[in-house]
Nanobody
Framework: QVQLVESGGGLVQAGGSLRLSCAAS????????MGWYRQAPGKQRELVAR???????NYADSVRGRFTISRDNAKNTVYLQMSSLKPEDTAVYYC?????????????WGQGTQVTVSS
């Protein structure tokens, strides 16, 4: 059984910073890409940032230059450092990962963590 558990969300003022963490646990052979998505009320879930197993990254235009994604492969953990936060960053943030379990790769989602940015 594989689980992704996020932490680090909360309430912050505009201009502030938060760091999200997502740890994968269970019977894991290896992890390919890991990423962060977000969903604001009334909107579709959107990609925020993604990082491959080799460390290549891509970002949504709306967060590029303010957010940084990184990973610790030894800990099966992905991070999202968020700076210069804006009220429009308010959303539930979800972790996502492509995980190999022996000979099968599956896509997993975390339960989500709320980020609220006040103006």
């Amino acid at each position: 059984q594989v689980q992704l558990v996020e932490s680090g969300g909360g309430l912050v003022q505009a201009g502030g910073s938060l760091r999200l963490s997502c740890a994968a646990s269970g019977t894991i052979f290896s992890i390919n890409a890991m990423g962060w998505y977000r969903q604001a009320p009334g909107k579709q879930r959107e990609l925020v940032a993604r990082i491959t197993g080799g460390g290549s990254t891509n970002y949504a235009d709306s967060v590029r230059g303010r957010f940084t994604i990184s990973r610790d492969n030894a800990k099966n953990t992905v991070y999202l450092q968020m700076s210069s936060l804006k009220p429009e960053d308010t959303a539930v943030y979800y972790c996502n990962a492509d995980i190999w379990i022996i000979a099968t790769m599956r896509n997993y989602w975390g339960q989500g963590t709320q980020v609220t940015v006040s103006s």
